[in-house]
């Protein structure tokens, strides 16, 4: 088998075994009643803290699938600056591993952010840098429209080893990676 193709399978399995379940259904990482209740015990009342609470939660939990994690003061909501309402995570395994925007993007991106806005009723934006392969987490800080926008439409890292296969992937343009179509046609 090719990189590429054991690439894509790990991509399937991490979504499947770790991202799916803590994102869709939570699997046995909280109580089945903690994340509804989170949003009216937590998020709306104490907003600031609620913050701070999941920063420090996802830097601690957090490193052993992204990597190395600090606490930061990060921008939110209103243009203001929330203290250690941040993560930034040094150098993001899951992006260094895939090597693939449009991994990022669909299979990390936006089901974190919308496990935390949609489930646990707390807004976070996250923000990769795929020069550095930093992620920066800001609770507090609704995602726009706009940043949603530049984020699909990022254009593939350098080092992509799908070459844009992937993005047709997850936009359903098409079913396989042209990396792999040798390997499925054996």
Known sequence: MNQSFLLYELSKRVEKL???PLLSETGS???SWLPGAFSWMFAKPFPEFSARMNAWATM???VWLMGECE???SEIDGGKIGVKQGVLVKR???????GCASVCINSCKIPTQNFFIEDMGLPLTMTPDYETGECQFSFGLTVSSEGEFDAKKTPC???CP???GMRKWHE???LICHLMENECSD
Do not use: Y
């Open 71 to 73: 606490l930061n003061d």
């Open 172 to 174: 359903g343009e098409g």
């Open 157 to 159: 890292i350098s080092r």
């Open 18 to 20: 770790l991202i799916f």
């Open 60 to 62: 601690i939990a957090g």
């Open 29 to 31: 990482l909280f109580p």
């Open 162 to 164: 799908s070459a844009g």
């Open 92 to 98: 993001c395994r899951f992006l260094e591993e895939s």
